[in-house]
């Protein structure tokens, strides 16, 4: 269609709208604000011991929905996934080293070596294996479908309530990296959770950024579908497995409220 | 006695044990799973108010939010058109495709694609386009249609997809393993995922606030479709844009508890513009196209207006008597079941979908379930009287298309003559005495009604006679 076309139609359909209009007829009394209660809660800091009740209410939602739940530590977490991956024969890894998870995880297996573990790095080249010479630029779609057994990614919140995790695009956020590859593994921490969506939503600052990021992803378990026949199936587009290491950084807390 | 293609249709279901059994399950499984994250009555009734507030504000703002949207979606770089009717969709997604030279689709699931027939569409003018949600996948492989709005394929048994993935899927050996079935689908799927040149999606929600789409699911597809190729075109209904962003928690709690018994889908995906400097993935062009198609002549129509509140999760039909017996193919519509009932005839007229406006018990479960309150009955049985006149103080144009069509002068003539007879006493004790003395008159059969019921047959003396005779 032509812009003049395009531009009538808008008009058209606008002027539909706007003349002649009923109301809704309305039903009974409705409280006209959405979630205010459930904001409330926000406003008061939680102690040490609530945040933990978080804690085991995201990994029990998490669990119920197919996701696979380690808690670790700061500092040990790229040993106990490193290990992980070698039981698992999970051999290419594709994180970005400017992300935080994929930082830590770049500075362990370049200080460890560990044998049989590839850590690709989806930024800058892609170097091609070894029987086609040369190198390509990320992003690689052949390479991310065909090369990568798994993903490596940092979740900025949690949702206590549905088992959920908020991935926020950016640079250092690629948006394949916990799609593309069979596995996704990633990491997040205790003080990061918060009760529901709602007050997710209300104390994080990303939410308030205008324009948003131009993509927030709110992932709640592995990749599923019960289209044949309602039999649940894990692994339909998306990761077969999702793999989420709770990082407590509560200790703070701990000492002095528990 | 002729059929009507309705009747047909719904006859094919009813005629095929194996097929009735198999609606019966998958509506029983919904049916449960709803019920389980529903935590108590009380708590749910107050999530579905909000929701309906939220809907119905939306509603009455309809012009405004749209404008808001589409200055929010243009300033974070999402292209926007306006689509009247289907043609108009169709012709804007092929415009964006000759412009990026494109000749490949890979869809996620989106209704409003099936409402303008964009497959149908763009496969005729020789692109390729593939359905890559796995039931709309399954259907489309076996050249059908969706026969549910949330589960396209709940008419296939197991055994038919087995069959179909070993005719059809190249290299694929015959299983009934449904991990296998549905591993063949993905191998199938990726490979497109990875060559597609454009992405199509629908939108569950369009937040005017801040320019950002909505979409829920749990296979992954829709985020493939919508991040890998380098084009995403959204197609959504005008009536799916809501204020505020703060909107989302309480309308998607809604929806994935209705739809399919979850707290929430497995991804809820935000998109607010293409591919931002810096960043690595995501498509470079996003492409947002509001398609009117009728909804705006709803919106005029104080009567019928609540039909745009729906969030499309299907709950309605998982609930109809009748869409469990006949099955959403029966509908003959691409929204089946008590929401078809009541979104078809409005949007493609009451001359080709006035029949199924009749396939209501007006029994009421839809209506009890729906997490925003539309009246479907009411909705259903309004939508029978439009086919009969349209309302005299309504405009042509905003008349539902083919109202008044229905009117019978005998039916008419028959209430006009009931009218008469039950307000003239006289004449009533008259017809009374005719209808109980000269009762062997009446025929044996009266048509479809006393096939599949029991004969009425009035009493050899009227009740008002019985009583004289007691002297009360």
Not at chain 1, 41 to 62: N, T
Not at chain 2, 398 to 425: I, K, M, Q
């Amino acid at each position: 269609m032509s812009d003049s076309e395009q531009q009538s139609a808008r008009e058209r359909i606008l002027d539909r709208l706007t003349t002649a209009q009923p109301e809704t007829a309305p039903a009974d009394n409705l409280p006209m604000t959405p979630s205010a209660s459930e904001s409330d809660s926000s406003a008061r800091p939680r102690s040490a011991k609530q945040q933990r009740q978080l804690v085991s209410q995201l990994a029990d939602a998490l669990l119920a929905s197919h996701a696979e739940v380690l808690h670790v530590r700061e500092d040990d977490w790229p040993h106990t996934l490193a290990t992980l991956a070698q039981a698992e024969q999970l051999r290419t890894w594709l994180c970005h080293p400017a992300c935080e998870a994929g930082r830590m995880f770049s500075t362990y297996i370049g200080d460890r070596q560990p044998g049989a573990l590839k850590l690709r790095h989806y930024s800058g080249e892609y170097p091609l294996p070894a029987d086609q010479a040369g190198t390509r630029q990320w992003p690689d779609k052949a390479a991310l479908f065909h090369n990568i057994d798994a993903g490596l990614s940092h979740a900025t919140a949690g949702i206590a309530d549905t088992g959920t995790l908020l991935l926020f695009s950016s640079p250092t956020q690629p948006r394949l990296l916990s799609l593309v590859p069979p596995v996704h593994a990633v990491t997040l921490r205790y003080s990061a959770i918060q009760s529901n969506m709602a007050e997710c939503m209300a104390t994080n600052a990303v939410f308030r950024q205008r324009p948003l990021p131009a993509n927030i992803i709110f992932v709640s378990g592995p990749s599923k579908t019960a289209d044949i026949q309602q039999t649940l199936a894990y692994g339909a587009h998306g990761p077969k497995r999702l793999i989420v290491m709770l990082i407590d950084d509560l200790a703070q807390f701990s000492s002095t409220s528990s | 006695m002729s059929h009507t293609d309705f009747q047909d249709r719904a006859a094919v279901t009813l005629n095929d044990v194996k097929l009735t059994t198999e609606f019966r399950n998958a509506m029983d499984f919904l049916r449960n799973k709803r019920s389980s994250v529903i935590p108590s009555r009380d708590e749910f009734e107050a999530l579905a108010a909000r929701g309906r507030a939220i809907r119905e504000e939306a509603l009455d703002q309809l012009p405004d939010l749209l404008v808001a949207l589409e200055k929010r979606c243009l300033a974070n770089g999402i292209q926007v058109h306006w689509a009247e009717d289907s043609a108009q969709a169709c012709e804007i997604v092929e415009g964006i495709a000759k412009d990026r030279q494109a000749r490949s689709f890979i869809k996620g699931k989106s209704m409003a694609s099936e409402e303008i027939g964009l497959n149908h569409f763009l496969i005729e003018r020789g692109y390729e386009c593939l359905e890559s949600d796995m039931g709309e996948y399954i259907v489309q492989l076996a050249g059908e249609t969706p026969s549910h709005i949330i589960m396209p394929a709940i008419h296939k048994s197991k055994v038919a997809i087995a069959e179909l993935f070993a005719e059809r899927i190249e290299g694929h050996r015959y299983t009934e393993n449904v991990d296998e079935l549905i591993g063949a689908g993905r191998a199938v799927l990726r490979e497109k995922f990875e060559a597609a040149d454009i992405g199509i999606s629908g939108v569950n929600f369009a937040v005017a606030e801040t320019g950002t789409l909505c979409l829920v699911e749990n296979e992954g597809n829709g985020r493939m479709s919508t991040t890998v190729p380098n084009t995403h075109i959204a197609i959504c209904g005008i009536e799916k844009v809501i204020p505020r962003l703060e909107d989302l928690p309480t309308l998607l709690s809604l929806l994935t508890r209705s739809a399919t018994g979850q707290k929430i889908t497995t991804y809820v995906n935000l998109i607010s513009s293409p591919r931002q400097p810096g960043d690595l993935d995501g498509p470079a062009a996003v492409h947002l196209i509001l398609l009117d198609n009728g909804r705006s002549r709803i919106h005029r129509d104080p009567e019928l207006r609540e039909t745009l509140l729906c969030i499309r999760c299907g709950a309605c039909m998982n609930h109809c008597p009748v869409y469990t017996r006949i099955g959403g193919h029966a509908y003959g519509s691409v929204y089946p079941g008590p929401i078809g009932q009541v979104v078809a005839p409005q949007l493609e007229g009451l001359a080709q979908h006035g029949e199924i406006v009749e396939a209501c018990t007006l029994n009421g479960a839809c209506g009890e379930v729906c997490p925003v309150g539309i009246p479907l009955p009411g909705l259903i049985r309004r939508l029978r009287e439009r086919k009969r006149h349209t309302p005299d103080e309504q405009a042509d144009a905003d008349a539902v298309p083919g109202s008044g069509r229905g009117r019978s002068w005998f039916e008419a003539g028959l209430w006009r003559a009931w009218t008469l007879a039950a307000s003239s006493p006289r004449l009533y004790s008259l017809i009374r005495l005719f209808v109980t003395r000269a009762r062997a008159l009446i025929p044996r059969r009266i048509g479809s009604w006393s096939s599949v019921r029991t004969q009425p047959k009035p009493a050899p003396r009227s009740l008002n006679e019985l009583m004289k005779d007691r002297h009360v």
